[in-house]
């Protein structure tokens, strides 16, 4: 079954992952039919859970310091970077336009 190419799109965003070969598009592909076999887990009658955990009591722990100063070093391992800041995908992994993603959807 085809994947509308808004469809990737908004996928790609909100995962920020690039879906736009062959192989992330059979990825894709391989989540969707796990995904859909959930469908068939019966759950009538279970209340939903609000954590995998909810059998254990959990806690916050100290934030303890045990190194620091160390900005320079760390954003040398940044592709992209603005100031101080790292710069997350979308930035570093290009996204086709809309257009492109028609044109590679009707190839595969």
């Known amino acids: 079954e085809q994947v509308p190419a808004a469809v990737l799109e908004h996928l790609e965003r909100l995962a920020l992952v690039d879906f736009r070969d062959a192989e992330g598009v ?10 859909e076999r959930l469908h068939d887990v019966d759950t009538e009658g279970l ?9 254990r009591c959990l806690y916050l722990r ?7 100063n160390c900005t320079k070093e760390l954003l040398k391992n940044a592709r992209e970077k603005i100031e101080e800041y790292f710069v997350a995908p979308p930035g570093n992994i290009p996204l086709p336009k809309l257009e ?9």
């Open 100 to 108: 492109e993603r028609e044109t590679f959807e009707q190839q595969s």
């Open 62 to 68: 100290e934030d303890d310091v045990t190194e620091g």
């Open 26 to 35: 059979r990825r894709l592909r391989e989540a969707v039919r796990f995904a």
């Open 47 to 55: 209340e939903p859970m609000d954590s995998v955990l909810e059998d």
